[in-house]
């Protein structure tokens, strides 16, 4: 590889400011339209609201986006988000059904880690009142936390859709924002929490081969036996983030997480990391039942970005091997993207004789602004320096601003493959994550330095709590 030059760090510095105006216009077209409303319409310039969060003016952009902002030195913006937060942001003011994990990831997360960079203390407050209302949520006879809880009476429950379960991404994703709420309020309950969480794995009788279901019975405390479904994907992804990143935000402390990352990861090797025929892509297939599909979902791509993380606290033989298969699926994921017209990855894509990284129907051509192709990048550049990491993130900055610029923002699309019809759409994770890792792709190392930060899974950087 190349070494780096002047004019490297130039159009970094060019492309940076770029993705900083990219934020000003998202931000404005939000402002604009759908101030304190959860999201924006960025073609029909009205506001959109998640049913995740009970249909409420919730201020989800605001909440996801505001460490962005002041990580970009967007200080106006910066202020007014911080003068709604203080003003508006009011959970107990609501009688709704609230999803757990979402609120968890980018309220707790946003307002943590907001607070961890400025240390304003009104950022802490709003944390503890939310992270307050989701505890009804753990009352359950394992531990393991329901998947909605109601803001006025507490009363929790799993997704009709899930067979009664609780779903292992979610449940398994509460751990750095309840380890860091601990550490700064000094109360031990959200500690208590996510360890709960975590003997409750341990207590489950597991797989002999070693893999997790997607679902749990969290009045019994055990697996689902049918259905079962396994995925770095969907339903399953950030439960496998947050092990190694436990590892991350304890200093290395937090030994038996990394244990059950490494065997976890052991376990998809054995049996769901495959080659593809086509053109040798390296990718991880899902299981139901007894059938493997092969397919990777686009959510699946920040499996590149964790294992390099992991290869990085490793020793080898598994440094070399994880890495290898970080940038394997870094690569996949590329092409997933550059396979399709506008060169943004589909929802979802295959592997077999008729589809080699690409999607097969329109319910899965679709893109909505997800950030994890871009995550993965942002860490493989950031642990290896090839100039490539740059140059795929700029490649995709290039899609956005062609097919997904919108008047009043950025819109997701149907379809990759005819990149014209937009789905009108502005998530709020584009601003928390989308925009983050594309900003820090083309800034220095030392803004927001991996040995001193460990991102949630929303993006919101948290601080690695030092042994010291
Ligand atoms: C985000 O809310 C988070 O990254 C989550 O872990 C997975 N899904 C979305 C983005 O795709």
């Given at each position: 590889m190349r070494e780096l030059t002047i004019q490297d760090s130039e159009q970094a510095e060019y492309r940076r400011n770029f993705v900083r105006d990219m934020m000003k216009h998202a931000w404005k077209g939000y402002a604009e339209y759908a101030w304190g409303y959860n999201e924006v319409k960025p073609v029909s310039k009205a506001p959109h609201t998640e049913s995740i969060f009970g249909g409420e003016k919730l201020g989800a952009s605001i909440v996801d986006g505001i460490d962005t902002l002041y990580i970009m030195g967007l200080n106006d913006e910066y202020l007014a988000a911080r003068t709604w937060i203080e003003n508006n942001l009011d959970f107990s003011k609501f009688d709704v059904d609230l999803s757990v994990f979402e609120t968890n990831i980018r309220y707790v997360g946003g307002l943590l880690s907001i607070y961890a960079l400025t240390k304003d203390q009104m950022f802490l407050r709003k944390a503890v009142q939310i992270a307050d209302k989701l505890?009804?949520?753990?009352?359950?006879p394992s531990g393991i936390p329901y998947s909605n809880v109601n803001l006025r009476t507490g009363f929790a429950r799993n997704h009709d859709w899930a067979y009664g379960a609780a779903i292992l991404s979610e449940f398994g994703s509460m751990h750095l924002e309840f380890m860091y709420l601990s550490h700064v309020t000094g109360d031990p309950k959200y500690r208590e929490k996510a360890l709960k969480i975590r003997d409750a794995i341990k207590r489950a009788v597991p797989r002999s081969d070693g893999l997790y279901n997607n679902y749990m019975n969290i009045e019994t405390g055990q697996w689902l036996a049918r259905p079962t479904h396994i995925s770095i994907g969907a339903l399953g992804d950030s439960f496998y983030e947050y092990l190694i990143k436990a590892y991350v935000q304890s200093d290395g402390q937090d030994v038996e997480a990394y244990q059950m990352y490494v065997d976890a990861m052991k376990a998809y090797e054995n049996k769901l990391i495959f080659t593809s025929t086509q053109s040798r892509l390296v990718y991880f297939a899902e299981l139901k039942d007894t059938s493997i599909n092969h397919k990777m979902d686009s959510l699946a791509c920040f499996s590149g970005g964790m294992l390099a993380m992991g290869a990085r606290k490793s020793n080898e033989p598994l440094k070399s091997r994880h890495m290898s298969l970080a940038s394997g699926i870094a690569n996949t994921c590329h092409e997933s993207c550059v396979r399709s017209k506008s060169h943004l990855g589909p929802e979802t894509f295959f592997f077999s004789s008729r589809a080699d990284a690409m999607a097969y129907g329109p319910s899965e051509k679709y893109y909505i602004l997800r950030p994890e192709i871009i995550e993965t990048y942002f860490y493989m550049w950031r642990y290896t320096h090839d100039p490539k990491y740059r140059a795929w993130a700029w490649d995709f900055v290039e899609a956005l601003e062609r097919y997904c610029k919108s008047e009043a923002g950025y819109s997701g699309l149907r379809n990759v493959y005819q990149p014209v019809i937009k789905d009108d759409v502005q998530q709020s994770f584009f601003l928390a994550e989308v925009l983050k890792y594309l900003y820090l792709i083309f800034s220095p190392d030392n803004v927001i330095d991996l040995d001193e930060w460990v991102f949630n899974t929303e993006a919101h950087p948290l601080p690695i709590l030092k042994r010291s």
């Amino acid at each position: 590889m190349r070494e780096l030059t002047i004019q490297d760090s130039e159009q970094a510095e060019y492309r940076r400011n770029f993705v900083r105006d990219m934020m000003k216009h998202a931000w404005k077209g939000y402002a604009e339209y759908a101030w304190g409303y959860n999201e924006v319409k960025p073609v029909s310039k009205a506001p959109h609201t998640e049913s995740i969060f009970g249909g409420e003016k919730l201020g989800a952009s605001i909440v996801d986006g505001i460490d962005t902002l002041y990580i970009m030195g967007l200080n106006d913006e910066y202020l007014a988000a911080r003068t709604w937060i203080e003003n508006n942001l009011d959970f107990s003011k609501f009688d709704v059904d609230l999803s757990v994990f979402e609120t968890n990831i980018r309220y707790v997360g946003g307002l943590l880690s907001i607070y961890a960079l400025t240390k304003d203390q009104m950022f802490l407050r709003k944390a503890v009142q939310i992270a307050d209302k989701l505890l009804p949520a753990f009352d359950s006879p394992s531990g393991i936390p329901y998947s909605n809880v109601n803001l006025r009476t507490g009363f929790a429950r799993n997704h009709d859709w899930a067979y009664g379960a609780a779903i292992l991404s979610e449940f398994g994703s509460m751990h750095l924002e309840f380890m860091y709420l601990s550490h700064v309020t000094g109360d031990p309950k959200y500690r208590e929490k996510a360890l709960k969480i975590r003997d409750a794995i341990k207590r489950a009788v597991p797989r002999s081969d070693g893999l997790y279901n997607n679902y749990m019975n969290i009045e019994t405390g055990q697996w689902l036996a049918r259905p079962t479904h396994i995925s770095i994907g969907a339903l399953g992804d950030s439960f496998y983030e947050y092990l190694i990143k436990a590892y991350v935000q304890s200093d290395g402390q937090d030994v038996e997480a990394y244990q059950m990352y490494v065997d976890a990861m052991k376990a998809y090797e054995n049996k769901l990391i495959f080659t593809s025929t086509q053109s040798r892509l390296v990718y991880f297939a899902e299981l139901k039942d007894t059938s493997i599909n092969h397919k990777m979902d686009s959510l699946a791509c920040f499996s590149g970005g964790m294992l390099a993380m992991g290869a990085r606290k490793s020793n080898e033989p598994l440094k070399s091997r994880h890495m290898s298969l970080a940038s394997g699926i870094a690569n996949t994921c590329h092409e997933s993207c550059v396979r399709s017209k506008s060169h943004l990855g589909p929802e979802t894509f295959f592997f077999s004789s008729r589809a080699d990284a690409m999607a097969y129907g329109p319910s899965e051509k679709y893109y909505i602004l997800r950030p994890e192709i871009i995550e993965t990048y942002f860490y493989m550049w950031r642990y290896t320096h090839d100039p490539k990491y740059r140059a795929w993130a700029w490649d995709f900055v290039e899609a956005l601003e062609r097919y997904c610029k919108s008047e009043a923002g950025y819109s997701g699309l149907r379809n990759v493959y005819q990149p014209v019809i937009k789905d009108d759409v502005q998530q709020s994770f584009f601003l928390a994550e989308v925009l983050k890792y594309l900003y820090l792709i083309f800034s220095p190392d030392n803004v927001i330095d991996l040995d001193e930060w460990v991102f949630n899974t929303e993006a919101h950087p948290l601080p690695i709590l030092k042994r010291s």
